[in-house]
């Protein structure tokens, strides 16, 4: 059942690169992860009829890195999927979601690596905790503490749980008292289809967007961007803001490329319009006093947040055995999707699941098709990818790979 433990082994020898120039430049700042419910790129800097839909994470965007092909990577496990591809660099399943079908398994997480280093890791959900199994994936994970809407002032609750804003503020306040340095991930909730509620704020002028699914959408996100608000400035009022890396990103698209209102505000004309319109993902990466803000313009995912936090923190690359890469650092690599389709900077293949037509291989800038065999190493690699962080998954093979931490000796049955 181990059959894929040399594979794995060779291939994150193989994966350790030199040191770039960010590398432990942050070394030990606070880290706060946000990952925004449901937010897709499309409505990101938008304006609707004079009115900006994401005002706060464009004025974030001024003072960060920021990833304009940045993409999400989930799979049938959606927001769980998220936080495993962030969290542990880890690919998801082919069927289901590692939270629910193997949260007993040996993974080595980021916030486990960090909590090694001395940091102190929660996480911030405002839904009960055993939606999508966090309640025993989160000690997977390497979460010491888990604040869900049991933790909270639960009111006013917004679609399935409280709202972004006043969840925001709360976990603002424990931020402020919490003992540095913290990891701390939060994960908004409130921008979940179908996107109405009544007491969701009608804040911006849709038009002739009203009553159709893109205009609730983009409604809707308006509400997520203004706890993103409320956020950053409670945290620049306490002074968190400039002693963390703060990292948001969205986790899985809220609408698809067929939602009515579509063809009011977007007209995805491209034939892989599933990736660039319903997989692209706003992705920003804040350091004290904005340093280094500016875009960068090579694909990234989901996979590529804990090493890239890993790297600026200083953690050495051979101990946290990610997939990803660290994209302040690390040459790009293809994005992978859990299909099997990719994207590099030259080309996208499409695997057969993710085809939605004839077309195998496009060129990545313009879009237009190329012969399907010169996607045949980039569609290697993304087998290869997935091949093995599913192994290492579904086999259990970071039991062999690591030891044990702190306490699992027993309760694991570790070898
Ligand atoms: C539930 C929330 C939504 O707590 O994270 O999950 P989703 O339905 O988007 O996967």
Known sequence: ARSSLPEAIAYHRARTVPAGPLHGTQRGKDVI???????????????????????????????????????????????????????????????????????DARLRCLPEVLREAGYR??????????????????PTMGYERFFSIRDFDAS??????????????????RLATLPEPFYAVLVTLSNHAPFVDPNLPRALPLGALEGTMVGDYLNSVRFTDAAVGALVERLRATGVLDRSILVVYGDHNGVSRTASGTELVDVPARADRWLTYERRIPLLV?????????????????????????DLLGVPPETSFFHGRSLVSDPPRPVVFPDGSAVSPELVYLSPEGRWGPLACLEAPTGAPVPPARCDALADHAARELRISRAEVNQDLFRWMLPAPPGMLHARGHP
């Open 286 to 310: 804040r350091l004290p006093a904005g340093a280094h803000a500016g875009p960068r313009p090579a694909p990234a995912g989901q996979l590529d947040v804990a090493p890239t936090v890993a």
């Open 156 to 173: 006013p609750v917004i679609g399935l749980g409280l709202s972004d804003v006043r969840f925001v503020e709360q976990a603002a306040e």
């Open 121 to 138: 890791t929660v996480a911030m959900h405002a839904n009960w905790p055993n939606f999508w199994n966090r309640d025993r994936m989160y």
């Open 33 to 103: 992860v946000v990952q925004l419910e449901s937010v897709q790129a499309s409505a990101v800097g938008r304006i609707v009829n004079g009115a900006p839909v994401t005002p706060s994470l464009d004025r974030l965007a001024h003072e960060s890195l920021t990833f304009p092909e940045a993409f999400s990577q989930v799979g049938q496990g959606t927001t769980s999927d998220a936080e495993l591809l962030a969290g542990c660099s880890l690919y998801p399943l082919e069927t289901g979601a590692v939270f629910t079908e193997r949260y």
